[in-house]
């Protein structure tokens, strides 16, 4: 078990809504939707935890409540020990450089106009204390620059003359200017051809280790997580149906959307050409329902419990949870009878 | 090699005419597929992979594009020279191209069922309820649940999957003997991914239709590919048999991003990546336009591009002058 010291950041039972309305001039609500579900996690002092699931799990979402760009709408978010719904907007701010964004897209997110010397040093302005002692902001964007492999000559550059893999470099650069202790990185690496996304990869692996950082890694690439995640939430439909160490997930996954998952990534020594004729499940397009687990009509196991008791997450040993009434690694890896009406 | 192929490609050349010069994007391409084959182009962005699907299917944006060399045959018949609109008349109907975007692919404003039966009135001259009837069937045949009640949907009223199911249906909707598809689950989730995957290999096996496969996805092409081409630069570097390649690559480029490709299975302190990043086609690299990256090369590669594709052993070419060595240094 962790130190309590040891954890930079908790999440506990922090639910998003969307209230669904209706009318132009007289709105009523008629419905919400949960974007993110009941989710409580733990972030250490230097692991990285890693949000896996498919588009419209959340996972996004969860990361941006976690930074505090999104305010839950139950539940609560600590970062240090300090809740930040009570925190006033000054010690908000204070407490936001600690924890800094990455995002994918490294080509919208970087602003046109602006020299890296400006978007690194951009920080600085509004957190003036932690430029360095004794340095200009340009020494200190100059040293940024080096330290995530960028020639630091190229400071009065703009971003369009850079590389994909350069860019996000830019970004990592900037997120590191106000030394945090936490970064939340969404897809980091997705929008990159393989041969940059190991370097970019291997950036993050080693700041992790020179800065102590600890990060929580958003991605849908499961091989992607299983390079750098030491431990794993699995997210659906706003839920995390698994959570564990990673290697332990990968080991022996539990829950059946996550044995899907694994199962779907297309791997190098498989043939599908082989095999024409695949079971197939083809999902309609919206399964949610209030009631139940929200993966069963996807799920070969389910049953009458399964559409009436939503599983809670329960610990199967060594902190690998799992939210399944029928967990296990056995047989349910592509379930091939007809989708559920 | 005696039937005719499918689809040949030879020594297929492509410059864009920029403000800042001619760019050659796809230099000195050749490669064939055969009916009920899959052939995968690999390459990452800027290799020439999609401007080659382009020039086959006759879409470049031109200008700045222009073939500027090569032919292009589907089954014997030349296809480059043809005017535009015996074009019209083998594309969608011959050759179907399937994209990576369905969303911006497909009319925002028409009916998806719509759209499918167009293809039948505007290609097979079809009356309207015969065209109906025929796009349902075909929305079956992908496996779109409730086809019949779904005609009328548009696009945005579909997800992801089920768009690029659709795409799919208008792309087969005329039996092509040929599609082209271009990066067509880089957008899907791993999950939807595989059973379009399947649907593309089941509809392959049921038509014997040739797949051209553009991606930059390694186990896509070890799921779906018989053959394969790795782009880097505007140029094949090496093709031969998928599984050949995969197992035992004979370029150093297509060594280094085997090895740079994240492992599911087991975890590695660090991963090989390629240094360095690739060429600006503005400014060509002398010799090999994979030396300053490449970590078998020596002073002639500075001097002379590689080899014509070389036959390094049975049904494999590859464009280094050590390919010998790569594919026996891989064997140890």
């Known amino acids: 078990m962790a130190k309590v010291n040891d954890v930079v950041l908790v999440a506990d039972a922090v639910s998003l809504e969307y209230p669904l309305t209706r009318g132009i001039i007289r709105r009523k609500q008629i419905g919400a939707v949960r974007a993110v579900a009941g989710v409580s996690l733990q972030l250490r002092r230097g692991e990285t935890l890693a949000l896996v699931g498919e588009s419209g799990s959340g996972k996004s979402t969860l990361a941006r409540l976690l930074i505090g760009l999104q305010t839950p709408t139950s539940g609560s978010i600590e970062v240090a020990g300090d809740n930040l719904a009570q925190l006033s907007s000054g010690q908000l701010r204070a407490k936001r450089r600690n924890i800094q964004l990455i995002l994918q897209d490294p080509y919208t997110s970087l602003n046109p106009r602006m020299t890296l010397k400006a978007i690194i040093g951009e920080p600085f302005q509004i957190h003036r204390d932690r430029l360095p002692l004794g340095k200009s902001r340009t020494e200190a964007v100059a040293e940024l620059m080096a330290t995530v492999g960028l020639n630091p000559e190229l400071i009065n550059r703009y971003p369009h003359e850079f590389s994909g893999g350069q860019r996000q470099r830019i970004g990592i650069a900037r997120a590191l200017a106000l030394r945090p202790n936490i970064i939340i990185a969404d897809e980091p690496v997705s929008a990159l051809d393989v041969s940059i996304q190991a370097q970019i990869i291997n950036l993050m692996l080693d700041l992790r280790d020179s800065h102590q950082l600890s990060y929580v890694f958003v991605s849908h690439d499961l091989a992607v997580v299983r390079q750098i995640a030491d431990r794993i939430a699995v997210m659906y439909q706003g839920r995390i149906v698994e959570a564990g160490p990673a290697a332990a997930i990968y080991a022996s996954p539990q829950h059946p959307y996550t044995l899907q998952l694994l199962a779907a990534v297309p791997s190098r020594d498989r043939d599908r050409s082989q095999q024409p004729g695949q079971p197939q499940t083809v999902v309609p397009d919206d399964p949610s329902s209030p009631e139940g687990c929200s993966f069963r009509s996807r799920c070969g196991k389910a049953t009458d419990l399964c559409g009436a008791v939503r599983p809670e997450l329960s610990d199967t040993g060594a902190g690998h949870e799992v939210a399944c009434h029928f967990p296990g690694s056995d047989s349910a890896a592509a379930p091939d009878q007809d989708p559920a009406p | ?332």
Request: charged share 20%.
């Open chain 2, 1 to 332: 090699m005696t039937a005719t192929p499918l689809l040949a490609v030879h020594d297929l050349a492509v410059d864009f005419h920029t403000r800042d010069g001619v760019v050659r994007a796809v230099d000195g391409v050749s490669f064939q597929v055969n009916p009920g084959e899959t052939v995968a182009i690999l390459g990452e962005s800027g290799s020439g992979k999609s401007v080659t699907a382009q020039a086959v299917m006759g879409i470049l944006d031109s200008p700045p594009a222009r073939i500027s060399r090569g032919q292009i045959f589907l089954e014997g018949r030349a296809l480059s020279g043809l005017p535009e609109k015996q074009l019209r008349a083998v594309r969608g109907v011959e050759i179907g191209m399937i994209f990576q975007d369905a969303l911006s692919a497909l009319n925002p404003v028409l009916s998806v069922g719509e759209q499918i039966a167009e293809m039948y009135r505007g290609h097979l001259n079809m009356g309207r309820e015969q065209a109906r009837n025929a796009a349902i069937e075909v929305m079956q045949r992908v496996q779109i649940p409730g086809a019949r009640q779904r005609y009328s949907d548009y696009p945005h009223q579909f997800s992801g999957g089920m768009r690029q199911r659709i795409m799919i249906a208008m792309m087969i909707a005329l039996q092509p003997k040929l599609l082209i598809a271009d990066e067509p689950t880089t957008a899907l989730d791993v999950t939807v991914q595989a059973q379009i995957l399947a649907l593309l290999a089941q509809i392959q096996t049921e038509t014997n239709m040739g797949l051209l496969l553009i991606t930059h996805d390694l186990g896509v092409v070890a799921e779906m590919a018989q053959r394969m081409l790795v782009m880097y630069a505007g140029e094949v570097v090496e093709q031969g048999s998928a599984r050949a390649v995969l197992d035992q690559p004979a370029h150093p480029y297509t060594a280094a991003l085997l090895r740079a490709v994240p492992s599911m299975t087991e975890r590695v302190d660090r991963l090989p990546s390629i240094p360095g990043r690739p060429p600006n086609p503005l400014e060509p690299i002398p010799g090999c336009s994979f030396h300053p990256r490449c970590e078998v090369a020596q002073r002639c590669c500075s001097q002379h591009p590689g080899p014509d594709l070389d036959l390094v052993k049975s049904d494999r070419q590859a464009r280094c002058w050590f390919a010998q060595e790569v594919l026996s240094g891989g064997e140890s």
